[in-house]
C-alpha cells in the first residue's frame, strides 16, 4: 500500500482511471481517520495515544495497484475541487439521460442545488433540494405535453 | 444488503449511517467504465448499495463523496488549539 501526498495521489488516481478505460474496476474508499500508526493491543494500555479528529483516509485501486492519502481539514477544501473535477472528468461512460424533460429539470435542479450546498447546513439541504426539484418535474412535463 | 432505487433514499440513509458510528462507517465507490455503470457501498458492515449506469448520478455521487469528506475532517476548531498548544 502506498501513501502519497495528497497531489501526488490526484496524479496517480488519474492514471488509474485511464489505464482501467478499456476493462477493469477503479475502487475507490472513502474512511475518516483518527491518526492511528499503531495497532490496537488486545490487553493492555494504549501508550498515550491522542486519537486526531480532523482527518480522512482515502485509497484507490484496480484490483492491482494500491494507493492511498490521508486528508486533513487544512487540505480538505483545496483537495475536495480538484478531486470532484478528477471524478467528474473521468467517470465520463455512463450512459446519458432521455434529453427531453431532463434537460429543463436537471439544470433547475442543479442551479437550486449548488445554491442550497453553497449556503452551508449540508443536512438541511439534503432534504430541501428534493421539494423544489419535484414540483418542477411535472410543470416541465406539462408544458411539453401542451405543446 | 439492501439496495437502493433512488438516490435521495440512498443518500439519507448513508448518512444516517455514517452518522451513528463515525469511525466504523466507510463509502466504497466502484466504477467500470468498459461496462459503464458506477457503484456506492456505504457501510460498517451493515451495507447499503446504490447502483447506477446514469451519467447525472455521477455528479451527485461526486457531491456526496466530497459532503461525507467534509463530514469526516469537521471538529477541526477543536484540533487546532490542541495542535497550538
Not at chain 1, 99 to 118: E, R
Not at chain 1, 120 to 131: D, K, Y
Not at chain 2, 11 to 23: G, I, V, W
Not at chain 2, 59 to 64: C, D, L
Request: net charge positive.
Amino acid at each position: 500500500m502506498v501513501l502519497l501526498e495528497s497531489e501526488q495521489f490526484l496524479t496517480e488516481l488519474t492514471r488509474l482511471f485511464q489505464k482501467c478505460r478499456t476493462s477493469g474496476s477503479v475502487y475507490i474508499t472513502l474512511k475518516k481517520y483518527d491518526g492511528r500508526t499503531k495497532p490496537i493491543p488486545k490487553k493492555g494500555t494504549v501508550e498515550g495515544f491522542e486519537p486526531a479528529d480532523n482527518k480522512c483516509l482515502l485509497r484507490a485501486t484496480d484490483g492491482k495497484k494500491k494507493i492511498s492519502t490521508v486528508v486533513s481539514s487544512k487540505e480538505v477544501n483545496k483537495f475536495q475541487m480538484a478531486y470532484s473535477n478528477l471524478l467528474r472528468a473521468n467517470m465520463d461512460g455512463l450512459k446519458k439521460r432521455d434529453k427531453k424533460n431532463k434537460t429543463k429539470k436537471t439544470k433547475a435542479a442543479a442551479a437550486a442545488a449548488t445554491a442550497a450546498v453553497a449556503a452551508a447546513a449540508a443536512p438541511a439541504a439534503a432534504a430541501t433540494p428534493a421539494t423544489p426539484a419535484t414540483p418542477a418535474a411535472p410543470a416541465a412535463t406539462a408544458a411539453t405535453a401542451a405543446q | 444488503m439492501p439496495q437502493y432505487q433512488t438516490w435521495e433514499e440512498f443518500s439519507r440513509a448513508a448518512e444516517k449511517l455514517y452518522l451513528a458510528d463515525p469511525m466504523k462507517a466507510r463509502v466504497v465507490l466502484k466504477y467500470r467504465h468498459s461496462d459503464g455503470n458506477l457503484c456506492v457501498k456505504v457501510t460498517d458492515d451493515l451495507c447499503l448499495v446504490y447502483k447506477t449506469e446514469q451519467a447525472q448520478d455521477v455528479k451527485k455521487i461526486e457531491k456526496f463523496h466530497s459532503q461525507l469528506m467534509r463530514l469526516m475532517v469537521a471538529k477541526e476548531s477543536r484540533n487546532v488549539t490542541m495542535e497550538t498548544e
